[in-house]
């Protein structure tokens, strides 16, 4: 029967009670994304499929949290969303906000699990992927890192030596990289807007790590207008080669919607098309490199038209089903441009002479 569908099974974490995660009217992260999302997942069909399985998550307590977290930011983080407060200035938490935050790193830690015990090659944790809360910090509309705690867990628990976490979320993984910058078990690779242009500011080519963890984080800074020709280009010659030479035991991306050339909140090109490459080829790797296994965080994204489309093309082209999904809005005039891609090639080989220093396939 699989046969006949082609691709690979996949289990998808999901949780009606994710639309509890909501910062509330006029905040560009609403919790209706994640039930936008199931609705569009259904109506496709692919419910159906017998290549995904809808799970619920297991739920994580407050010290599975402190594999990453500080125990003081965690109790500031409860009282905070008791009363009722900011903890920055995008980021307000309402009663029950640190509840719901834990949900989302329960749906990523089970997705973590059933990889880690063989229930599948790949999971995907919708709502996972909150990248800009740090050991001892939140912003950016992340309370607790749900990818850095999925990453420790395989580590820790799983007795993994190697994992290699992709960033495809348009804003650079501030938190995920600031976690793990000392650490050389987790390679952390992180394709973004240049941080000149866009949120938080970091992921500069030069921050390649510190100590132990040199070498081990590779930051990818893209021209505003980057769309699917430059990330081919970035995941051909950036991510395949270090993935080959790394050989880690499991693969993490993350990441939403907002690379689409539709968000509201960032100035990149990729295509729906685009967002099922990415999913092809971290598959792609994970088959090389790590017996298929793969751990897909679904969250982010600013347009609620392309959001739902977005996430499915990623989890199409993990799966290797071939449907096509149609785009909402007419593609930008500038999409695709061969200044954008050249601008592009530069910094690709920036990034290849900096880390030349550590990766054999850079030399």
């Known amino acids: 029967m699989l046969k006949e569908w082609g691709g690979v099974v996949v289990?998808?974490?999901?949780?009606?009670?994710?639309?509890?995660?909501?910062?509330g009217e006029g905040h560009p992260f609403r919790g209706d994304r994640f039930v936008n999302f199931i609705n569009y997942f259904v109506e496709l069909g692919l419910h159906k499929n017998p290549l995904f399985r809808?799970?619920?998550?297991?739920l994580v307590d407050d010290e599975d949290l402190l594999?990453?977290?500080?125990p003081d930011y965690v109790k500031y983080v409860k009282r905070l969303a008791q009363k009722g407060g900011y903890l920055s200035l995008?980021?307000?938490?309402?009663?029950?906000?640190?509840?719901?935050?834990?949900l989302i790193v329960s749906v990523s830690v089970t997705a973590g699990r059933a990889v880690a015990e063989g229930k599948c090659e790949c999971a995907v944790g919708i709502g996972g992927g909150m990248h800009h809360?740090?050991?001892?910090?939140?912003?950016?509309?992340?309370?607790?890192?749900d990818v850095?705690?999925?990453?420790k867990m395989?580590?820790?628990d799983y007795g993994f030596k190697r994992i290699l976490i992709l960033d495809t979320d348009a804003h650079a993984g501030d938190g995920t990289m600031d976690i793990f910058?000392?650490?050389p078990s987790v390679l952390f690779i992180s394709v973004h807007q240049d941080p000149r242009t866009l949120y938080p500011g970091k992921g500069f080519i030069w921050e390649v790590g510190a100590e132990e963890g040199k070498g081990f984080t590779i930051c990818v800074p893209l021209p505003p207008r980057s769309g699917d020709d430059v990330y081919k280009l970035v995941l051909e010659e950036i991510f395949m080669p270090v993935a080959r030479e790394f050989k880690p035991d499991v693969i993490i991306r993350n990441g939403g919607s907002d690379p689409h050339w539709g968000d509201a909140l960032t100035n990149l090109g990729l295509s729906l098309s685009g967002f099922k490459m990415i999913g092809e080829y971290v598959k792609r790797a994970a088959d090389e490199v790590c017996s298929g296994r793969l751990v897909d965080l679904i969250g982010s994204g600013y347009n609620p038209v392309v959001l739902p489309k977005a996430w499915t093309a990623i989890i199409l082209g993990i799966a290797g089903v071939n449907m096509e999904l149609k785009e909402v809005f007419k593609p930008p005039s500038w999409l695709n441009s061969p200044e954008i891609l050249e601008a592009a090639k530069k910094i690709i080989d920036e990034v290849k002479v900096v880390h030349s220093e550590y990766w054999d396939c850079f030399k």
């Open 67 to 70: 594999c990453v977290h500080d």
């Open 133 to 145: 809360a740090g050991i001892d910090y939140g912003g950016g509309f992340c309370i607790f890192n």
């Open 54 to 58: 809808l799970v619920e998550p297991e």
């Open 90 to 102: 995008d980021t307000p938490l309402k009663p029950g906000m640190d509840e719901y935050a834990k």
């Open 154 to 156: 395989l580590l820790e």
């Open 181 to 183: 910058y000392e650490d």
């Open 11 to 23: 289990e998808v974490v999901y949780s009606r009670e994710l639309e509890g995660y909501d910062f």
């Open 148 to 151: 850095a705690v999925c990453a």
